[in-house]
């Protein structure tokens, strides 16, 4: 009883925070409820018994993640009237986006099929945590039976951290960049040292 209190405690919370992180109007509002939907997710990892995949969200998507998200949206300085302008532009293009979308949604869970041994998975016995704990059984898990989607995952990452130095590094009018080859083939004589003797200057 006091189990189940606690799930819908979290899943309660969690629900909240992601419906504020869309309806909230500033941005750094809407970073701070995705934070606090992480860290109830996290929550209801522990209450599966998964406390690897728990610690592993809120390293990473709370310590990192949403803590970046956060800096940038803070430095960026979103101008909300702008972004309020064109909402009614782009508002039949985001309807009709939407539609194709949830009958995508409709069409796979109305066309969904169990697998034939399903019921024999289900039914396949855990191992207790004295023989592998959850780490163990979740990097055999993935490096076995789904090592290709995991690397193909690596490299969706890879190409996206690609594309992100890419677009940092593109040449643009009035802005001084730093030429290491420039800086290495400069002569002796560009410095000059000068003696000082103490308590005076130059």
Same mark, same amino acid.
């Given at each position: 009883?006091?189990?189940? +209190? ?7 919370? *969690? ?13 750094? !509002? ?26 592993? +969200?809120?390293?990473?998507?709370? =310590?990192?993640?949403? #803590? ?13 009237? %702008?972004? &309020?302008? =064109? ?29 034939? @041994?399903? %019921? ?5 016995? $855990?191992? $207790? ?7 163990? *059984?979740?990097? &055999? ?12 995952? =690596? +490299? ?12 940092? !590094?593109? &040449?643009? $009018? ?7 080859? @420039? ?5 002796? @004589?560009?410095?000059? +040292?000068?003696? #000082?003797?103490? =308590?005076?200057?130059?």
């Amino acid at each position: 009883m006091f189990t189940a +209190l606690i799930f819908y405690m979290f899943a309660a919370i *969690a629900v909240a925070s992601g419906v504020m992180v869309i309806s909230s109007r500033n941005p750094v !509002h809407s970073v701070l409820w995705l934070i606090l939907a992480f860290f109830n997710a996290a929550g209801l990892f522990l209450l599966l018994g998964a406390e690897f995949l728990a610690m592993v +969200l809120v390293i990473v998507y709370v =310590g990192a993640v949403a #803590v970046l998200f956060l800096f940038v949206v803070m430095m960026l300085d979103i101008n909300m009237v %702008e972004l &309020k302008e =064109g909402f009614l532009q782009y508002l039949p293009t985001g309807a009709l986006i939407a539609v194709v979308l949830l009958v995508e949604l409709l069409a796979m869970f109305g066309g969904w099929a169990f697998a034939p @041994d399903v %019921e024999a998975m289900i039914k396949a016995p $855990t191992p $207790t945590l004295d023989q592998a704990s959850n780490t163990v *059984a979740l990097g &055999k898990l993935i490096y076995t039976n789904y090592v290709y989607l995991f690397q193909a995952s =690596g +490299l969706v990452l890879l190409v996206a951290m690609i594309g992100t130095i890419l677009l940092t !590094h593109r &040449k643009r $009018t009035g802005v001084r960049k730093q030429i290491i080859a @420039d800086q290495v083939g400069r002569s002796r @004589d560009s410095v000059e +040292l000068k003696k #000082v003797q103490s =308590g005076r200057g130059i």
